[in-house]
Every structure is written in C-alpha cells, then in structure tokens.
C-alpha cells in the first residue's frame, strides 16, 4: 500500500523560504516519477513541479520557475521543494503525487497516488 507524507509547510512572510518534503512507503520509489501540485481555494489543483525517477529531468511551472527547487533522495525515498522568495499568491494546500507509468508528467490526472496535504500560507 502507497502513502505519501508531506511536511514542512507553515504560515512564513513573503520573501521568505519553506521547504517541503514528501516521504514515500510501499512502493519501489526510485521508479517513480513525483510530482508536487498546489489548490488554493476555490481554483483547479495545479502543477508546481515535477521530476523523473531517477531526477535527471524537473519541470517548473512558470509561476514559480528561479524561486523554487525540486528534488528527490531515493536512498531515503524522499522528495522535497525548495520554495524561496515566497510570495502571497503562493498560498495554498501542496500535495506530493507519484506516478509509476511515466518517465515525467505535469498532468494530474496521470499520477496515481497522492498524499494528504500541507497548508503553505504566505503574509504580505
């Protein structure tokens, strides 16, 4: 059985600097494509980034492309966001999402497993 954790969100000021992580169990994660995905309310779940099993390929949404960072440590089957420069817009629920199929994808509907959620809320 697949569960994905996150952690590390937080009320923060803008411009300041949160990282996420998302833990995996159950599954061979070093295969898994991962991806990290925002829902501010009343609008679409959107991607944020993603990357390949073996990390050697990230995706950015423009929104966010320069101020964070994806990553992923398979010994200790993690991923993480770096996210900086933190800006009020940026608020909004940040799921982890993993997909077994494909090398890469920014479309939700192509991940299979999802994690719970953590709240990211940035002052102005």
């Known amino acids: 059985q697949v569960q994905l954790v996150e952690a590390g969100g937080g009320l923060v000021q803008a411009g300041g600097s949160l990282r996420l992580s998302c833990a995996a169990s159950g599954r061979t994660f070093s295969s898994a494509a991962m991806g990290w995905f925002r829902q501010a309310p009343g609008k679409e779940r959107d991607i944020v980034a993603a990357i390949s099993y073996s990390g050697s390929h990230t995706y950015y949404a423009d929104s966010v492309k320069g101020r964070f960072t994806i990553s992923r440590d398979n010994a200790k089957n993690t991923m993480y966001l770096q996210m900086n420069s933190l800006k009020p817009e940026d608020t909004a629920v940040y799921y982890c999402?993993?997909?077994?199929?494909?090398?890469?994808?920014?479309?939700?509907?192509?991940?299979?497993?999802w994690g719970q959620g953590t709240q990211v809320t940035v002052s102005s």
């Open positions: 999402a993993a997909d077994w199929g494909r090398l890469l994808s920014t479309s939700k509907s192509d991940y299979d497993y």
